[in-house]
């Protein structure tokens, strides 16, 4: 365990000293605001003072405003009209630069185009490598996620009419059904993992938190840093996945951990099949959560609903991952040490005086007496064979 949260911190050190300065050598911007699947626009004489990451949302910004630090955009594209003081960074999208914009670092567009109106204003260089469009499909993929997996929570859903609450709630059912079938099918097909991770939970639930927050937080620091700059951020993207998959099987194994508490109360059978087990539990996990969040937009209690969803999906993910980092992905059972009683207590233990059995010297003369008794007719054929 030590060890492991040793070499994670020294991973974590490593990269930022690496990776930090350089990313961040040309923007004053502090720590860096990360918006999930919402569109940003900043109107004219607003200022960023921090460095903006945006995954999944476009960014516009109005002449005269300002972003102190760096712009990142992922998945979707950037108009800029206004002052970036750092570096610029479009990945699967497209950089528009209009005439009154003022970029003093460099711009770099990834999988798009770089398109620079005359009187725009670029320090660094710009550069374009590869063209491939990501824009449509992060459109369209992007508000999915945000209601589709309890791995993001996306807060850009807007209003509070009937037709998005029912959206939402469709959603809701619809991503809380396939987590219960992943959940089901990683039963099926590994269940002898799926037991070694459900036994860590249970025995070890606040290793595998700690170490769960730990690797996911070290997790999205690393990712952040790595798309923040320019060489380096494929691979950041790339780390996403893993990320988000072991998020994701993590969750299924608490679910599966509820189930098994859950069952005794809605069935009978004294050992029901645990793909159902897991099936019922992740159902009942996934739609408490999702369900926490579609009544985020009630009116004033919206904020507790949303902040409830939030920390139920923030233990249950990290309880989760840690059980997989503590076990190895299931192939490696961790040690849980027991408390176990003292001989002495065991030993010095009174038995019961129904468990005692009587010795033959310590016999009452009751019971010699009874012992010397003959059947009728005994003592009688005794002195015949006598005579």
């Known amino acids: 365990m030590r ?11 490593v990269v ?29 004489g607003q200022a960023l003072e921090s460095s903006l990451i945006a995954l999944g949302g476009s960014v516009t910004m ?5 972003i102190v630090g760096n712009l990142t955009v992922v998945g979707r594209d950037a108009t800029i009209r206004g002052t970036v003081q750092g570096n610029v960074l479009v990945m699967g999208g497209s ?54 997996l309890p791995l993001f929570i996306v807060s850009g859903w807007g209003g509070s009419s009937v037709l998005l609450g029912m959206w939402r709630l469709f959603w809701a059912v619809v991503t809380a059904t396939g987590v219960a079938v992943i959940g089901l099918l990683v039963v099926r097909f590994l269940p002898h993992h799926a037991t070694i991770m459900v036994e ?36 950041g993207m790339i780390l996403i996945l893993p990320l988000a998959l072991a998020t994701l099987l993590g969750w299924t194994m608490v679910g599966y951990w509820l189930g098994q508490h859950l069952m005794p109360l809605l069935s009978r059978r004294a050992s029901p099949e645990p793909m159902i087990v897991a099936l019922v539990g992740t159902l009942v996990l996934t739609a408490g959560q999702q369900g926490l969040m579609v009544l985020s937009g009630t009116p004033c209690l919206g904020f507790f609903f949303r902040l409830l969803g939030i920390a139920v999906w923030l233990i249950a993910a990290a309880i989760g991952l840690g059980a997989l980092v503590l076990t190895r992905i299931g192939t490696q059972r961790y040690p ?14 009174p038995v019961p005086p129904s468990e005692t059995f009587p ?7 009751p019971s010699r007496r009874r012992s010397r008794r003959r059947r009728p007719g005994s003592e009688t054929a005794s002195q015949e064979m006598h005579d």
């Open 95 to 148: 950089a528009y630069l209009g005439a009154t914009s003022q970029v003093l670092g460099r711009v770099t567009v990834v999988g798009g185009r770089a398109e620079k109106e005359p009187g725009a204003q670029v320090r660094g260089a710009i550069r374009q490598i590869g063209h491939f469009n990501l824009s449509p499909f992060a459109q369209s993929v992007w508000p999915w996620v945000g209601w589709g």
């Open 336 to 349: 849980v040490n027991y408390a176990l009683a003292p001989q002495s207590v065991v030993a010095s233990t």
């Open 359 to 365: 010795d033959a010297g310590t016999m009452d003369e």
């Open 3 to 13: 060890n492991l949260v040793n070499a994670i911190a020294t991973l974590t050190l």
């Open 62 to 66: 109005a002449p005269g405003s300002r």
């Open 16 to 44: 930022l000293v690496t990776m930090a300065a350089p990313a961040y050598a040309q923007g004053s911007g502090g720590v860096a605001q990360v918006v999930l699947g919402r569109d940003v626009s900043l109107d004219s």
């Open 200 to 235: 860590t939970i249970r025995d070890a639930t606040a290793a595998s938190f700690g170490v769960g927050l730990l690797t996911g937080v070290i997790g999205l620091i690393i990712i952040a840093v790595l798309i923040a700059t320019v060489c380096l951020a494929p691979l």
